[in-house]
């Protein structure tokens, strides 16, 4: 009997189809997603559970480890069958693949044993974010004026998945000072992968802990944050963020669990 895996926020049920194993990849979505699709060269935070066509076994799981799988599409960090078979998907969708041999571990097998040589996989996978390749860094602008409360400014409208306060969440960002309007922080300088944050948890100063509850995947938000929401009278950074300091953020919201 063919099982409901339309919701995302639980683990699918992989099951194996009758008859014999196809010869070609088989791309099959459970669910469609929204946003711009999946190209060689973006950066993918994927969910999946992988078994075998044989006996329908599980090999992987990313949600057995609690964390999710990021890689770079069309890259040749996965098999082939991945970077042919997630070409195309759109944050937010779950598709099932059935991959044959020569475009997952061949005659070979995996190294670790639990895929046996010329074996057909089937994988349910969901992606929870993408940073496009040509997702550029944003330009940052501050007020003329020091804040004094927090202040939120949608600049793109998110259509995927809400933050809530203790979301995992996959963001890019780029902070300056208000008061010199330099740069003191940015993670789109250190490349395409976005940077995990498990919200709640102490590791975001206040006004980002606030500022991004409520945002949506594909969302970019400015938050201009006071002082006493961010490092207050002491600074941060080594003198990078000066004492009594508003900082301004412009935050890029890729992926929520």
Do not use: C
Not at 94 to 113: C, F, K, Q
Not at 160 to 183: F, M, P, R
């Amino acid at each position: 009997m063919p099982v409901d895996n339309t919701d995302l926020a639980v683990k699918p049920v992989v099951q194996v189809p009758e008859g014999a194993p196809p010869t070609d990849l088989v791309v099959d979505d459970i669910v469609e997603g929204s946003g711009p699709v999946a190209e060689a060269g973006d950066f993918a935070i994927m969910q999946y559970v992988g078994v075998t066509f044989d006996d329908g076994a599980q090999f992987d799981a990313s949600w057995d480890r609690g964390s999710p799988f990021t890689f770079t599409l069309g890259q040749g960090e996965v098999i082939a069958g991945w970077d042919e078979g997630i070409a195309g998907m759109a944050p937010g969708g779950r598709r099932e693949l059935v991959i044959p041999p020569d475009m997952a571990y061949g005659e070979s097998g995996s190294g670790s044993g639990a895929i046996g040589p010329n074996e057909t996989l089937i994988f349910i996978v969901d992606l929870l974010g993408l940073v496009p390749a040509d997702l550029t860094k944003p330009e940052v602008g501050v007020p003329e004026e020091e804040a004094t409360e927090l202040a939120i400014t949608d600049l793109v409208d998110g259509t995927g998945a809400e933050a809530t306060a203790d979301s995992l969440v996959w963001i890019h960002y780029v902070g300056k000072n208000q008061s010199t309007a330099e740069q003191f922080d940015a993670t789109w300088d250190r490349g395409p992968q976005a940077v995990p944050i498990r919200l709640g948890a102490g590791q975001l100063i206040e006004g980002l802990e606030q500022g991004l509850v409520g945002m949506k995947v594909g969302g970019r938000r400015e938050l201009v944050i006071p002082p006493e929401l961010a490092f207050g009278e002491t600074g941060a950074g080594e003198g990078r963020i000066p004492p009594d300091e508003t900082l301004v953020f412009v935050v890029d919201l890729i992926a929520v669990t």
